[in-house]
Nanobody, 129 residues
Framework: QVQLVESGGGWVQAGGSLRLSCAAS????????MGWFRQAPGKEREFVAA????????YYRDSVKGRFTISRDNAKNTGFLQMNSLKPEDTAVYYC??????????????????????WGQGTQVTVSS
């Protein structure tokens, strides 16, 4: 079993910051990619950011580049999404996801939600104008 537990969501004013955390319960020897996705009311779920196991490769959707930073601490099996300069359009339920067997992934695979094996429960982020 792989469990992902998120924390850090909440309510902020536009221009504010939040840091989401995703703690993964996995075997010590397991390696996995981690991604963040979000779903706003009435819209499809969309890719936000992803990071390779080593942390050497990161990916972002265009609308969050320069504002969001994805990182991870493998010693603690925890991923992070630092969100700065938040906008009302960032309001959504944010989901953490993990994928095993990513050795042969290309850059596009990290952006595809169907490639991820495990998902967190989702956490609400609300940005007021």
């Amino acid at each position: 079993q792989v469990q992902l537990v998120e924390s850090g969501g909440g309510w902020v004013q536009a221009g504010g910051s939040l840091r989401l955390s995703c703690a993964a319960s996995v075997r010590t020897s397991s390696t996995y990619a981690m991604g963040w996705f979000r779903q706003a009311p009435g819209k499809e779920r969309e890719f936000v950011a992803a990071i390779s196991w080593s942390g050497g490769s990161t990916y972002y959707r265009d609308s969050v580049k320069g504002r969001f930073t994805i990182s991870r601490d493998n010693a603690k099996n925890t991923g992070f999404l630092q969100m700065n300069s938040l906008k009302p359009e960032d309001t959504a339920v944010y989901y953490c996801a993990a994928a095993l067997a990513t050795q042969y992934w290309s850059s596009i695979h990290y952006r595809l939600e169907y490639k991820y094996d495990y998902w967190g429960q989702g956490t609400q982020v609300t940005v007021s104008s």
